[in-house]
Structure formats: C-alpha cells, structure tokens
C-alpha cells in the first residue's frame, strides 16, 4: 500500500456546504476505490492523508494535485506501507479553529506558512493526523 500526505491551500475560502459536498463525493469515490484518510481543514489551509493500493493512490493523487478547488499542494509524507492508518474512515474529516491548529505544534508551523517550514514538514505524519480524530468520530 501507498500513502501520501500533503498540505496545499484552498483557492477560495470554501463553505460549510462546499466542504461537506467534497467530502461526500471522495468518500463515495474512496470507497469504491478501496482508498482511505483524512482530511483536516483548517482556515483555507488543507493537510490530507490518502492511503491505499498503490495505483489508486497514485492516480488520485494526480487527480487532486490538478484539483482547481486548491493550489500549492506539498507533498510532506510519502511511504510504502502494509498497515493503514485510518483503516476504519472512507474519508476522516476534520475542521480546526485556527486555535485548535496552532495546538499542535506539528501542524503550526506549515499552517503559519505552508511552503516556508520545510524543516518541519517530516513531523506531518498520519499518526500525528490520527490523533486529530477524537473517539466520538470513529464510525461504530
Ligand atoms: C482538498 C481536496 C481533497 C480531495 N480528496 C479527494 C479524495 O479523497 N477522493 C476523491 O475521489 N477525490 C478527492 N478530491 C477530488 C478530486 O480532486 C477530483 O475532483 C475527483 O477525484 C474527481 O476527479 P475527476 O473529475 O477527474 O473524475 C479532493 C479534492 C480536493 C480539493
């Protein structure tokens, strides 16, 4: 299995109903797909871990970097692995207050300036994104 991290900017503040409509339509394709994840969201900053067979992955991964709904997607975690990390969510979805971002220290420097904190980017991994998700989320 592939799974890829990265981060990129929202080309417009989306709505609520923006959101939730792009989240619907990639859980539906995920599934179909055999493709796991998350995605957070956070005041017009995305940071998304798309995880599955390696094909999926990678053709998804084209299609969502050629995505106008964002720009400057940076790619910060790449691995080859035979374990999921979100094994059990289609598509995890989770939006943070600017406030609740800057809590978690791996997340607060590229949220601050995505493209300028390339240092820290490795620490951007899908357990740090895993522990974003809070039990009351997890599907039964
Ligand atoms: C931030 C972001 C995350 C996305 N995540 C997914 C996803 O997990 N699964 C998915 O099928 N499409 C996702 N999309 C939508 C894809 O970019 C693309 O629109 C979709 O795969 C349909 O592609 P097509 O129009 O070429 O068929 C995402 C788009 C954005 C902007």
């Given at each position: 299995m592939l799974s890829i991290t990265y981060l990129s900017a929202a080309s417009s503040a989306l709505t609520p109903d923006a959101l939730a409509h792009l989240v619907g339509q990639a859980r539906a394709s995920n599934a179909a797909l055999g493709i796991t994840g998350i995605l957070v969201y956070s005041a017009g900053t995305f940071v998304q871990t798309i995880e599955g067979p390696q094909a999926a992955v990678s053709a998804l991964y084209d299609r969502i970097v050629s995505?106008?709904?964002?720009?400057?997607v940076i790619e910060v975690w790449r691995e080859t692995t035979m374990r999921r990390t979100f094994s059990t969510w289609t598509m995890a979805f989770k939006e943070l207050t600017p406030e609740e971002a800057a809590a978690v220290p791996e997340l607060n420097d590229v949220l601050q300036e995505p493209a300028g904190a390339p240092d820290r980017e490795?620490?951007?991994?899908p357990d740090v994104l895993l522990q974003l998700m809070d039990e009351e989320d997890r599907p039964a």
């Open positions: 995505d106008a709904r964002h720009t400057e490795p620490g951007l991994t």
